[in-house]
């Protein structure tokens, strides 16, 4: 959503949620995602795609989950990629497995994070690669190249996916504490959705940062779906991009933490599992 403003001065929170949260309760949404296996036995892993304005905190929010599914605090995903303002962490594409406690396997969901969409042409991960990568024809540790879309000449191109190598889950990433979208990026963000739509594949976004967004999530991160600055930013959101309320997730992503936090499991364990469950339904279709 660009560049951070100033934090502004938030009205009073809602006397009741818009969205009711179990705070406190996040073990039953554990147990679900530890528990869960896909039912379509020619599919071993339900692969979630992350797409969005660069900076939204897509890398982070992979991070942030595995810390929560695992219970401990873990290496953040960008930590191996390239670090450079105002540019997209994410270079290649790259599958992010998280491990269970048993060395060697691992859970049956896998994220694929991918390079930030950016203003004009040239400028960030190619819409035309998002495509491919819906469809799974993007090999493992693919170097995305702006100023070029991968072709089915390419190394890197897979001419025979399989439906491990597709896409399940489409999931949008945006900032909450950040300005409106631009519309350039606003309308490639729109031609990735159609697409995703047109090959039957659910879509969702996730909404970070929430923390920073006002000074009541700040001060507590259970008044989230108390806040009306939230509530207004995330129907707003909803109303450009097309996606319905009920699948616009709020968390604050693990940044300077080195301890976990309930409230922030709560709230990335209740967005996973209805992700999980939107995935699942696809697969089963397939």
Same mark, same amino acid.
């Given at each position: 959503?660009?560049?951070?403003?100033?934090?502004? @001065?938030?009205?009073?929170?809602?006397?009741?949620?818009?969205?009711?949260? @179990?705070?406190?309760?996040?073990?039953?949404?554990l147990?679900?995602?530890?528990?869960?296996?896909?039912?379509?036995?020619?599919?071993?892993?339900?692969?979630?795609?992350?797409?969005?304005?660069?900076?939204?905190?897509?890398?982070?929010?992979?991070?942030s989950?595995? @810390?929560?599914?695992?219970?401990?605090?873990?290496?953040?995903?960008?930590?191996n @990629?390239?670090?450079?303002?105002?540019?997209?962490?994410?270079?290649?594409?790259?599958?992010?497995?998280?491990?269970?406690?048993?060395?060697?396997?691992?859970?049956?969901?896998v994220?694929?994070?991918?390079?930030?969409?950016?203003?004009?042409?040239?400028?960030?991960?190619?819409?035309?690669?998002?495509?491919?990568?819906?469809?799974?024809?993007?090999k493992?540790?693919?170097?995305?190249?702006?100023?070029?879309?991968?072709?089915?000449?390419?190394?890197?191109?897979?001419?025979?996916?399989?439906?491990?190598?597709?896409?399940?889950?489409?999931?949008?990433?945006?900032?909450?504490?950040?300005?409106?979208?631009?519309?350039?990026?606003?309308?490639?963000?729109r031609?990735?959705?159609?697409?995703?739509?047109?090959?039957?594949?659910?879509?969702?976004?996730?909404?970070?940062?929430?923390?920073? /967004?006002?000074?009541?999530?700040?001060?507590?991160?259970?008044?989230?779906?108390?806040?009306?600055?939230?509530?207004?930013?995330?129907?707003?959101?909803?109303?450009?991009?097309?996606?319905?309320l009920?699948?616009?997730? /709020?968390?604050?992503?693990?940044?300077?933490?080195?301890?976990?936090?309930?409230?922030?499991?709560?709230?990335?364990?209740?967005?996973?599992?209805?992700?999980?469950?939107?995935?699942?339904?696809?697969?089963?279709?397939?």
């Amino acid at each position: 959503m660009g560049d951070s403003p100033s934090k502004p @001065s938030p009205p009073p929170p809602l006397s009741d949620p818009w969205r009711k949260i @179990s705070w406190g309760d996040k073990e039953r949404d554990l147990q679900y995602v530890r528990n869960y296996q896909p039912e379509n036995t020619n599919v071993k892993h339900l692969r979630i795609l992350l797409y969005g304005p660069v900076g939204a905190g897509k890398s982070s929010f992979i991070s942030s989950v595995v @810390s929560a599914v695992r219970g401990r605090m873990g290496i953040p995903a960008e930590a191996n @990629s390239a670090t450079v303002s105002n540019t997209s962490h994410s270079k290649k594409y790259e599958t992010h497995r998280i491990q269970k406690e048993s060395r060697g396997n691992f859970y049956p969901f896998v994220f694929n994070d991918i390079m930030g969409l950016e203003i004009g042409a040239g400028c960030g991960v190619r819409v035309e690669d998002i495509k491919l990568a819906l469809k799974g024809h993007v090999k493992e540790g693919y170097k995305f190249n702006p100023a070029s879309p991968l072709s089915d000449r390419d190394p890197g191109y897979i001419s025979s996916p399989s439906e491990d190598d597709k896409v399940h889950l489409l999931v949008c990433v945006c900032d909450a504490n950040a300005s409106e979208i631009k519309d350039s990026v606003m309308q490639k963000m729109r031609e990735i959705r159609e697409v995703a739509s047109d090959l039957g594949i659910p879509q969702v976004a996730i909404v970070t940062k929430v923390d920073k /967004a006002c000074d009541e999530t700040e001060k507590d991160l259970k008044n989230v779906y108390k806040s009306k600055y939230l509530k207004k930013k995330i129907t707003d959101f909803s109303a450009r991009l097309g996606i319905p309320l009920n699948c616009i997730f /709020a968390v604050k992503n693990y940044s300077s933490e080195t301890y976990l936090d309930e409230d922030v499991n709560t709230l990335m364990l209740n967005a996973l599992r209805l992700m999980i469950d939107f995935g699942d339904d696809f697969i089963n279709k397939m």
